[in-house]
């Protein structure tokens, strides 16, 4: 009775090996589809009071800016993201905007850019989607 | 069944297995202290007629949870499994129409003697494939021990997707792309590297596979139909979020409605997996079967809480909606001894009768193994073992691999 996989070789898991890679460099985002997520930091990218973003209050001035990429949510203020995130002056309007993030006003730490399944309380398990 | 404690340990195996695709190999425990999930060197080796008979088990096993179908379908069962209403139509819809399911996987108590015994079928979201599919192929394949490995998940996932995505294909004359979803909530890397190698096995199918999170689904107000952030229709999704999570959330009732109408997205797995993901199989599957002579012997007696027998003293007891051991307790004379932490049970719980894992101890102290048996497009497909320092496996167990008709070298001289 065969019981196994008919060749027996290494798999070929490039999506895998790829995603694994990825995510022990700590890009534990998702690829070109990861979630985006947009923290307010100064030109170093490091993360700063959100209110220093908020046009509002005269935040930004060329001296923080909201920062957008495939960061997790929830990082404290201090974290330094890495490079290759989108950088935009809080009082562009329509930057924001065209990064799906509200046109004025503070943007949370961490707030995701769209929104979807899964802020339910079903997902507040304190477990693992998984089982 | 036996437990070889002195495998062969690869040099740089830690390194290997996360570059592999285990990279929540290290498990931050409670106190703070980091430990290795995967075990290198000790595993679990089996005879092949061992492994039949698992394999017969899970295979007969997985026929009875389709007459339980079956039965709840016919019966309404519903309000008794505490199944929200809004998600029985389209249980009982998808039920009838067969859309695209790939796996599952059942929990068994075995202990190489006697029959093994049903504790749970995970059959929604189960984890547990990367170990069980690429890093115990690969420990095996790379240190030779034993003649072979009970693990045809590789091909099977493949032929899985095949099927069943050929079929969507004819049925609506779309050759679909497949968005695979996880959640950020689930931070280890665990659920992310299921869903990319699940991508691999989507593309080794011929179709495109394209990963996103579910946060990021995009509801259209407008046509009621979900797309991902670049604006693609999700034509069918396989989503590692449970479906009792996913009814509650806000897009709950428009995922649901949308699944009824023609063209919305096919969801994997699908709806009527609810039925065997909740703990309220077991009840079931004992009143159907338990007084079967060949297949009960694979049931462990189960009732819903509120039926239990007035003499039980000694039981287990398992919210329905329950996950990775929350809140499972043991009762013994009556008494909780051992209770899992957890936020479930308002649901209500079921019991099951109490059957220790059998201990395969070691130098380090015991050892309770639970054999994972994964069912893929309805056939036994391979196994996963985890085993724990203590009678109740939760997510901090380890996962062992595992081998047929293992012989020992022999000694030099």
Known sequence: ?131 | MRRIESGVVRPGWEAEIEAQGLVYNKTHLPGGEMRSYWREGPFYDFTMAEVQRVESATAQLFEMCVAAGDHIVENDLFDRMRIPPMARPPIRRTWVEEPPSIYGRFDLRYDGEGPPKLLEFNADTPTGLVESAVTQWNWHLFTGQGSDQWNALHDKLVAAWQRNLLKWERRTGIRPRVHLAWTTEETSGEDRMTVAYLMDTVVQAGYEAIELVVEDIVLDDGDGRFYDPQGRHLDVAFKLYPWEWLIEDEFGPAVLADSMRPGGTTWVEPAYKMMWSTKALLPILWQLFGSDPVLGQFLLPAYFADEMPSSWREYVRKPLWGREGANVAIVRDGVAVTEMPGRYGTEGFIVQEFAPLPNFPGVDGPHYPVLGTWMVDGEPAGMGIRESDDLITDNLSYFVPHTIDYRPPRAPG
């Open chain 1, 1 to 131: 009775m065969a019981v196994s996989n008919r060749i027996r070789a290494a798999l070929t898991t490039t999506v895998l090996t790829t995603a694994a890679t990825g995510f022990m460099a700590g890009c534990g985002g998702g690829g070109q589809d990861e979630e985006q997520v947009a923290y307010c930091t100064d030109e170093n990218g490091e993360i700063v009071d959100e209110d220093l973003c908020d046009d509002d209050r005269g935040g930004g001035g060329g001296l923080f800016f909201l920062y957008l990429g495939g960061f997790r949510p929830g990082l404290p203020v201090g974290t330094v993201l890495p490079r290759g995130g989108t950088r935009i002056d809080p009082r562009d309007s329509a930057a924001r905007q065209r990064a799906g993030l509200p046109g004025t006003g503070k943007v949370s730490a961490g707030q995701r850019v769209s929104g979807g399944i899964g802020s339910g309380v079903g997902n507040k398990a304190g477990t693992g989607a998984g089982s």
